[in-house]
């Protein structure tokens, strides 16, 4: 089936730093994929939607400076975390679909903490 | 009104039980309705996908869509402790929009053996 790796599983960085995590979706293309984030006990809220060669969109509220999102192959798609504080800490998930199936399939999560 | 409303628990119940989750939603729009099962710390899992009302069957989970009551069910019978986790609904609308998905809060269940 459908498989999609995220990297890295956890990360704790400084305040003010950056953090990059990545997104592959292993045995297909695609050409669309999507970030989401989740606080503890909370559902998963869509952050932006990532196109393949073209810029990505973010939902209503979203930083997009702050959430940069890279869609550089079929393959791979990176969110970075600019200059992070500690509200920015949470679950990031990534999603994509492989076109012979219905339904998304989702990466195993970023858990991000910022201190 | 958030646009999926769905009881976060959590639930407990002993193995062997039937375990029915549910969610209601506001926006008729939603045409694809999704069951995701996500362990702690992790992402979710698929377990049941469907298309405007109906039933789906896959083993012994069962998935029920009632549009005209906006009203999505999960049932899962013969519940072992393994099925012990979070589960969302998820739904989406067609078109462009429908890889974005818009989740429930999830429901926290526990069977004890």
Not at chain 1, 44 to 58: F, P, Q, R, W
């Amino acid at each position: 089936g459908a498989v999609v790796s995220q990297h890295p599983s956890w990360v704790i960085c400084k305040s003010g730093t950056s953090v990059k995590i990545e997104c592959r979706s292993l045995d297909f293309q695609a050409t669309t994929m999507f970030w989401y984030r989740q606080f503890p006990k909370q559902s998963l809220m869509l952050m932006a939607t990532s196109n393949e060669g073209s810029k990505a969109t973010y939902e209503q509220g979203v930083e997009k400076d702050k959430f940069l999102i890279n869609h550089a192959s079929l393959t791979l798609s990176t969110l970075t975390v600019t200059s992070a504080h500690p509200e920015d800490s949470s679950f990031y998930i990534c999603s994509a679909r492989d076109q012979g199936n219905y339904g998304y399939t989702f990466g195993s999560g970023t858990r991000l903490t910022v201190v | 009104q958030k646009e999926v409303e769905q009881d976060p628990g959590p639930l407990s119940v002993p193995e062997g039980a039937i375990v029915s989750l549910n969610c209601t939603y506001s926006n008729s729009a939603f045409q694809y309705f999704m069951w995701y099962r996500q362990y702690s710390r992790k992402g979710p899992e698929l377990l049941m996908y469907t298309y405007s009302s109906g039933n789906k069957e896959d083993g012994r989970f069962t998935a029920q869509v009632d549009k005209s009551s906006k009203y999505i069910s999960l049932f899962i019978r013969d519940s072992q402790p393994s099925d012990s986790a979070t589960y969302l609904c998820a739904m989406s609308a067609g078109g462009t929009s429908y890889g974005k998905l818009t989740f429930g809060q999830g429901t926290i269940l526990t069977v004890h053996p």
